[in-house]
């Protein structure tokens, strides 16, 4: 799977947008791109994943670059409830019955300032 | 709301001894995936099923360490003896491939993580 590259940590004010980067330039033609969020001391919890288009859900929206060599998660308006780890996946898709197990690198600590 | 259970949520024990974890994934879901977080080595893969088979546990130490899927509804992590390096919280997650192919004829797969459980091996 490629390599991603994300800051360390991050800030941002109650009620803006939140704009996370992630880097992933080795990215292949049947990768997604996947992002995942850790809040303290629960489970990772999907948000939402792409392949080329921009995706958008009800938690978040992905943009991805046309050449898919980086991409941004951006929260619309972030809450206290946001602060987390946010880690950006880069994985193969598969092709039969199912995919392999997750690698987390070590993500972008978000803050979320009252 | 469907989830992923896991038990127990929390384990104390002495080293030497045997642990059993738990986890109860999404009913329907195809692939059970277990996965191990520490401060030092961050989320790590220890080992995944998918249709109850075993499909990689290379993650995981082979001498202590032990999954099965019993039945479809019930995944199983096991360490004996436990040791203190073991001390982790130990997460459970399900899956089930999304719909549609992208590119290349894929698609992409979404897990739901359980709360973990919180392992402290004295």
């Known amino acids: 799977d490629a390599k991603t590259t994300q800051p360390p940590s991050m800030d941002c004010a109650e009620g803006r947008a939140a704009n996370l980067p992630c880097n992933h330039s080795?990215?292949?033609?049947?990768?997604?791109v996947y992002w995942y969020r850790q809040i303290h001391s629960q489970g990772p919890q999907y948000i939402i994943h792409?392949?080329?288009n921009n995706e958008t859900n009800e938690m978040a929206s992905l943009i991805i670059t046309e050449d898919r060599k980086s991409s941004t998660l951006i929260l619309p308006h972030a809450t206290l409830r946001d602060t987390a780890v946010y880690y950006c996946?880069?994985?193969?898709?598969?092709?039969?019955?199912?995919?392999?197990?997750?690698?987390f690198g070590k993500g972008t600590h978000l803050i979320i300032q009252p | 709301d469907a989830r992923v259970t896991q038990t127990p949520r929390h384990k104390v024990t002495e080293m030497g001894q045997e642990v059993t974890m738990r986890c109860q994934p999404i009913?329907?879901?195809?692939?059970v995936f277990w996965y191990r977080q520490t401060m030092m080595q961050g989320l790590e893969l220890l080992a995944y099923?998918?249709?109850?088979?075993?499909?990689?546990d290379s993650g995981m130490p082979k001498d202590r360490f032990s999954a099965e899927m019993p039945d479809a509804t019930l995944a199983t992590l096991k360490i004996q003896p436990s040791e203190p390096r073991d001390s982790a919280v130990y997460f459970c997650?399900?899956?089930?491939?999304?719909?549609?192919?992208?590119?290349?004829?894929?698609?992409?797969?979404?897990?739901?993580f359980g709360p973990g459980t919180r392992l402290l091996v004295l």
């Open positions: 997650a399900s899956g089930l491939g999304d719909r549609g192919l992208g590119l290349a004829g894929t698609r992409g797969e979404t897990q739901y």
């Open positions: 080795t990215i292949s033609g049947n990768e997604y």
């Open positions: 792409g392949l080329k």
């Open positions: 996946i880069v994985r193969v898709g598969y092709s039969g019955g199912g995919a392999d197990g997750l690698t």
């Open positions: 009913l329907g879901h195809n692939t």
């Open positions: 099923f998918r249709n109850r088979a075993p499909l990689d």
